[in-house]
């Protein structure tokens, strides 16, 4: 059996911000048909890795490809989605209208009404964006990631500020899209979440992977996720 | 009673570009749209050039001479929608990471720009129709020549590259709200003494040498001139140098992300 080309390839990715390094050598795969969480502590540099992904920021050293080509190709801005941590989209617009826009910059979108009712918004589909709850701002954002039906797909933090209804159902979808062959690496703080998603896990600390498997590996010996994670990384309390 | 089950979608991947000319036309009616929407920009764009336009016509004397005030309150339009709202919007773009999101879709960053310039001249040409029918509509008569009515153009055109140039590049570094206020300054400031409204003889001898050299004095001057069948071409040397130091600024200055 041949195994699959990554869909992702970051090879040992340096970057410095304002005297910082912010990473340090971090390398990582991901896969078609696979899920890859990426957990770490808050500036452990996981939206600096999505930027370099999406080609917003350029390595110092190290090399990012995506899908084949280097991060930031003109060539694989139609096959990769994202969805980025921070609002993503005007004050004013309304959910609908952003998504009727996104689908307009792409050949063969997804239906907007199909996604707008599978991704729970119809209630919500006419209300400007700055009056929508931190939740369904997620889920709108989450639809926009998909809405040009990518291959690969970086999802920085998606479920942040839903409840649990949301949460769950956000869960199924990622399902599918694995099952439908679309790479998925998804930055999360929950370390629930990564023990039921995730087919691969990195755990990133300080700009660097620290530790990565299964989650059957990394939870050997009766370990939690969290304990694994708190072995293996630093907070900015202490 | 069971939930509804979700709408049935194929996930599976089918990824491509729409044509690009779509891609940038859908992303200029979107920014058009949401710039007619809110009421702050309208304040900019419209309230105020109209303001100013029936307050000439009410106070008279030379502030009311409407061959003077018509060009000098379209001028005024040019300044608040190319330098101000750019300036407004794009700060907010940024903090808000539609820049982001959008600088990684296939419309890509530089359809982002041509998408935003193409809303701006958009929001412009409206601007000025609108304003130009209320000021012909109290009595306004241009004697613009041929000649005079391409130098107009050529001189808008120039004014919004180096105003949004600088726009992109205040909005580029500072945060959103100082921006905001930043804009909003520069915006009263050059109104009152960039000779953009007032002619630059209206000044004092002493300051017109430096006020002249201003991006708005040329754009002011310009359109006051071109109007009564002048045709200098000052105005459109010293815009052409503003317009490549306002890209130029853009270029360095400005950052995608917050």
Known sequence: MSTPVAA?????????????????????????????????????????????????????????????????????????????????????????????????????????????????????????????SGGQQQAVNLAGALIGRPELVFLDEPTAGMDPHARRATWA????????????????????????????????DAGRVTVAGTVDELTAGDRTLEDVFLAHTHGAVR | MSAPAPAALDLTPAPGSAPPTRRVLRHARTEAMLLARNGEQLVLALVIPLGLLVLGRIVGGSFGDLSVLAPSVLALAVWSSAFTSVAISTGFERRYGVLERLACTPLGRAGLLTGKALATAAVVFGQLLVIGSVAMA?????????????????????????????????????????????????????????????????????????????????????????????????????????????????????????
């Open chain 1, 173 to 204: 979808l990622l399902d599918e899209l694995r099952a439908a062959g679309v790479a998925i690496v998804l930055t999360t703080h929950a370390m629930d979440e990564a023990q039921t998603l995730a087919d691969q896990v990195y755990i990133v």
């Open chain 1, 8 to 132: 992702l390839v970051v090879d040992r990715l340096s970057v410095t911000l304002g005297g910082r390094a912010v990473l340090d050598g971090l390398s990582l795969t991901a896969s078609p048909g696979r899920l890859t969480a990426v957990l770490g502590p808050n500036g452990a540099g996981k939206t600096t890795l999505i930027r370099c992904c999406t080609g917003l920021l350029r390595a110092d050293t190290g090399a990012v490809t995506v899908l084949g080509r280097p991060a930031g190709s003109a060539e694989v801005a139609a096959r990769v989605g994202l969805m980025p941590q921070s609002t993503g989209a005007w004050s004013g617009i309304r959910a609908d209208e952003l998504l009727h826009y996104l689908a307009g910059l792409y050949a063969h979108p997804h239906d907007v009404d199909t996604l707008v009712r599978r991704c729970g918004i119809t209630s919500f589909a006419r209300t400007p964006y700055r009056r929508l």
């Open chain 2, 138 to 258: 109290l009595g306004w008569r241009p004697a613009i020549t041929g000649l005079g009515f391409v130098l107009s153009v050529l001189t808008v055109l120039l004014a919004g590259i180096a105003f949004s140039g600088l726009a992109l590049a205040l909005s580029g570094r500072l945060r959103a709200e100082v921006t905001l206020a930043l804009a909003n300054v520069i915006y009263v400031v050059l109104l009152a003494g960039g000779a953009l409204v007032l002619p630059l003889d209206r000044y004092p001898a002493m300051v017109q040498s430096v006020v002249g050299l201003l991006p708005t004095a040329a754009l002011g001057e310009g359109l006051r001139a071109y109007a009564i069948g002048g045709a200098p071409l000052w105005p459109l040397l010293s815009l052409l140098v503003w317009s490549g130091l306002g890209l130029l600024a853009a270029w360095k200055g400005f950052r995608w992300t917050s």
